[in-house]
């Protein structure tokens, strides 16, 4: 069973940077295509941003030339850099991957992510 975890979540003030991580725990498990979902209290999970297997990367509006999605397939990790965070970008940040062979769909716990002063 592939368990994706996320860490790096955290209070940052306006303005501020925050990286997440996404680990895959299996050493077998080749993630496919993988994403940055968040939630904000009160609103439906959105997409933040996609990246597939050979890098090709997609944003949300909202967080366009504000984050950065990257990979490092060798290590099953997915990260999001995000700077110059406002009260908006306050939510749970959820990790999604999709298996490379199989298909399947996991979704990671979230990690909260909070701008304030």
């Known amino acids: 069973q592939v368990q994706l975890v996320e860490s790096g979540g955290g209070l940052v003030q306006p303005g501020g940077s925050l990286r997440l991580s996404c680990a895959a725990s299996s050493n077998t498990f080749a993630a496919g295509d993988m994403a940055w979902y968040r939630q904000a209290p009160g609103k439906q999970r959105e997409l933040v941003a996609t990246?597939?297997?050979?890098?090709?990367?997609n944003y949300a509006d909202p967080v366009q030339g504000r984050f950065t999605i990257s990979r490092d397939n060798a290590k099953n990790t997915m990260y999001l850099q995000m700077s110059d965070l406002q009260p908006e970008d306050t939510a749970v940040y959820y990790c999604?991957?999709?298996?490379?062979?199989?298909?399947?769909?996991?979704w990671g716990k979230g990690t909260l992510v909070t701008v304030s002063s």
């Open positions: 999604y991957c999709k298996g490379f062979y199989s298909g399947a769909a996991y």
């Open positions: 990246i597939t297997r050979g890098g090709s990367t």
